[in-house]
């Protein structure tokens, strides 16, 4: 007799060459439904370290436990969201996403839907949790036409096989709701894709400035700039912030494209480019020339700084490049309760100080002394002539092209979809045999497979109820204990 | 528009009595009586032996009902107070934590109700109903000035996603409630034999059913938001605090469905991580108090 040989399984494992492994490895890794939820419990701690940092929690950690000082400070210093350690997690998870969660799950459940396993066995029923069997004069294939005709009416789809004599029954509802996980899954991706899409192909400017009457360039490449023609705050009696609004106008390479308001909520739009309403402040309008009367500066300030000396003092940077000078403008304290001390300056209103500065190492002045303007007068500062000509009101826009919005709702969509789909069509299945009776007739025995599922098993009551009723025999019911053997759940 | 506030309070009033009355009732159904047994045993020398012995045993029934009852009428006055205010500012109430919290007490009262009905489990109410107390509590804690109904903050001003944004947390907050609740019974129902408890079976899916209304809810206040974000602030994700505590939780729950759908947990382990899943709803929630961020407004 011939010995055939067959290779041992070190010795297939031999020939398998090392990207074969390390594919099969990797593979396993991102199949892993344990290494999984360990990625999304890891990325929760990220999240929720993360989120602890932008409150109080770090620092009341840090004043009950003082040695903990040096490492709340860190934590404070680390940013989560954007961390090498943050997006390794959600890089590996969308990945463990694509393949362990989607292309890896696919066959089987494809298998599940398309070409269920229909045959079982009396063991399999005999340790079902639930089970529900009725008998019935007719020979068997009758009782499991009427079977299969009852659990057509509840809506679900049957299958019979024969075997030994034996009519085997695989019924299921709902069996397409198994694909809602996958448009789940591929959702979470495309929001990521999304976020990538937007930052790689978008732009998003976050103080955008644009004091009344002014004109500022955008950027971005975009051509386009933004003249803010009114800016109006109101408020309500008890002193809450009612509307803020932007009265704007867009220009395209120079030419009035667009007039529009912007407020919280409503932002204005022109193409593609969105301006929101964001924030906004006082602004100081001045005229700077030199001492050959050359001007410098024609224009609105923002005060979108505040003094070092008093926070509570709106302050403006103007850099004036020919002059080499920057022009430190400050306003009068905005908070009217503090007391003098904390105002150093204590200037009145409708004044400016006006503090020089060197722009850059080789400036013409070192630290000159600082002059006190007032609105409608001309001073000498550091041999500039600064008209301190009105103030005014300054808008603070975000900008923003974000083409990775259309693919971040087609995602919501679908994440939304796919888990109501999985959650409120579950898919239902019922295993059962239709045999000779020993006396004669037929008896015919069905399971829910729904093990430790407590719907599942109320809901084959309620099927076992209507089959009961539309074949108007006696069904005899029988529930075992929940932990009943794993062989009882094995299949299917 | 001073009366239908006042009006509206009252009716708040009347629910924080009717819910309190209903938590007791709960408590009452499902601790049960405790019996005291004391046995006199006589020796032959004389010697009287007396042994006492305390067991808990099913509780009146009419108790539970009680409760149900009592919960329906917090519900039905919670939610006239509620209208009351919705017709007293225009829109519901759900801009500060006075609103918030008493929408959130109306609708947790409500989906535990539901599910008291769908499931016919009383004893949940013993672990929801003093949640809800507990919630009442605070309301009444807050300063009387956010009783008072004011315009809405310009970043408040989007009623349609303000709605759909805010109503869809508190929801997704109430069904995590009670798979809270459910968990909570899960693990004294298998640590002690009381046998009038929900089977552990019932409570294990209860838990999880009220996670298929919270996690796919809370999903949906993930993208509401994103999309109220981008409106208002031209992003759709910030990693604001609140934004990210909201993640958290979402992540917390989906472990959850996992672990459960994929792993098979169920019992012990899921009941664990729905008290985890609990904590960070709470932590959310409260989150106003010790966040910066962008969701500062919502505070007290």
């Known amino acids: 007799m011939a010995q055939v040989s067959t290779p041992t399984a070190p010795a297939r494992r031999a020939r398998r060459s090392l990207p074969d492994l390390v594919v099969d490895r990797l593979w396993r890794f991102f199949c892993s439904v344990r290494i999984a939820i360990w990625e999304i419990a890891i990325l929760a701690l990220l999240v929720l370290i993360g989120t602890l940092r932008g409150s109080s ?58 070409h269920p396993t229909v045959a079982t066995t009396h063991g399999f029923l005999r340790n079902a949790e639930a089970s529900a069997t009725l008998a019935a004069p007719a020979p068997p294939d009758v009782l499991a036409d009427r079977m299969t005709d009852a659990l057509r009416a509840a809506h679900y789809r049957v299958l019979t096989e024969e075997r030994n004599g034996e009519i085997h029954l695989y019924a299921d509802r709902f069996r397409f709701a198994k694909l809602g996980t996958f448009p789940f899954h591929l959702a979470l991706i495309l929001i990521l894709v999304g976020g990538i899409v937007g930052a790689r192909w978008g732009f998003r400017e976050t103080e955008f400035i644009v004091p009344e009457g002014s004109v500022r360039g955008l950027g971005y490449g975009t051509g386009l700039s933004v003249r803010l023609d009114n800016f109006s705050d109101t408020y309500q009696e008890n002193g809450q912030p009612r509307g803020f609004r932007s009265d704007l106008t867009i220009l395209e390479d120079g030419e009035e494209v667009k007039r529009g308001v912007a407020t919280v909520n409503r932002p204005l739009t022109f193409g593609d480019t969105v301006f929101y309403q964001s924030g906004f402040g006082q602004a100081v309008v001045l005229r700077i020339t030199d001492a050959r009367g050359q001007v410098l500066w024609d224009d609105a300030a923002p005060l979108d700084f505040v003094s070092s000396v008093n926070p509570d003092a709106p302050a403006a940077v103007i850099e004036l490049p020919p002059a080499k000078i920057k022009l430190h403008v400050i ?162 | 528009m001073e009366a239908l506030v006042k009006l509206s309070f009252y009716c708040f009033a009347a629910a924080s009595i009717a819910f309190s009355a209903s938590a007791v009732s709960y408590l009452a159904y499902a601790v049960g009586r405790v019996r005291l047994r004391q046995t006199a045993l006589a020796t032959s020398a004389g010697t009287t032996y007396v ?27 919670q939610g006239v107070s509620i209208a009351l205010r919705t017709a007293a500012a225009g829109h519901l109430p759900l801009s500060n934590m006075y609103e918030f919290s008493s929408s959130f007490i109306f609708l947790m009262g409500l989906v535990y109700l539901l599910f008291e009905r769908s499931y016919g489990v009383r004893q949940l109410g013993a672990v929801v109903l003093p949640i809800t107390v507990g919630m009442i509590v605070y309301v009444w804690s807050l300063p009387v000035g956010l009783r008072e109904v004011n315009a809405l903050i310009p970043a408040l001003q989007n009623r349609p996603l303000m709605t759909a944004h805010v109503s869809l947390a508190i929801l997704a907050y109430a069904a995590f409630a009670v798979a809270f609740a459910a968990a909570v019974l899960y693990l004294v129902a298998v640590r002690r034999s009381v046998a009038w408890l929900p089977s552990p079976e019932l409570l294990d899916d209860l838990g999880y059913r009220a996670v298929t209304v919270g996690f796919p809810a809370m999903a949906l206040v993930l993208i509401l938001g994103s999309v109220w974000a981008y409106q208002a602030w031209g992003t759709y994700w910030n990693w604001d605090p609140k934004e990210t505590a909201a993640l958290f939780t979402w992540l917390v729950y989906g472990v959850y469905l996992h672990t459960r759908s994929l792993r098979g947990w169920r019992g012990n382990r899921s009941a664990v991580v729905l ?16 966040f910066g961020g962008l969701h500062a407004y919502g505070g007290v």
């Open chain 1, 57 to 114: 929690v770090p620092q009341t950690v840090a004043d009950a436990v003082p040695a903990l000082a040096p490492l709340v400070e860190r934590w404070y210093a680390w940013d989560v969201f954007h961390s090498l350690p943050f997006m390794v997690m959600l890089g590996l998870l969308s990945v463990a996403i694509a393949i362990g969660g989607m292309i890896n799950r696919a066959p089987g459940i494809w298998q599940a839907i398309a």
């Open chain 1, 331 to 492: 306003a009068p304290d905005s908070n009217r309760g503090n007391a003098p001390e904390q105002d150093p300056l204590g200037l009145a209103s409708g004044t400016m100080y006006f503090l020089p500065r060197p722009l850059g190492p080789d400036g013409p002045i070192g630290d000159a002394p600082g002059v006190v303007g007032r609105v409608g007068e001309v001073s000498e500062v550091a041999g500039l002539n600064v008209e301190f000509l009105r103030e005014r009101r300054f808008t603070s826009l975000q900008v923003g092209r974000n083409p990775g919005i259309p693919i971040f709702v087609v995602a919501s969509l679908m994440l939304v979809g796919g888990l109501a789909v999985t959650f409120y069509f579950p898919h239902r299945r019922v295993r059962g045999i239709v045999a000779a009776a020993p006396g004669g007739g037929s008896a015919a025995t069905i399971v829910p497979l729904a093990r430790r599922d407590w719907s599942a098993q109320r809901a084959f009551d309620r099927l076992s109820g209507e089959i009961e009723a539309r074949l108007g025999l006696p069904l005899s019911r029988r529930r075992s204990p929940a932990e009943g053997p794993a062989s009882a759940t094995s299949r299917g």
């Open chain 2, 51 to 77: 042994t006492r012995s305390a067991a808990l045993e099913p509780g009146w029934t009419g108790a539970g009902r009680f409760g149900t009852m009592l919960a329906w009428f917090g519900v039905v006055f």
């Open chain 2, 275 to 290: 008290l985890v899943g609990f904590a960070a709803v709470i932590f959310t929630y409260y989150g106003n108090y010790f």
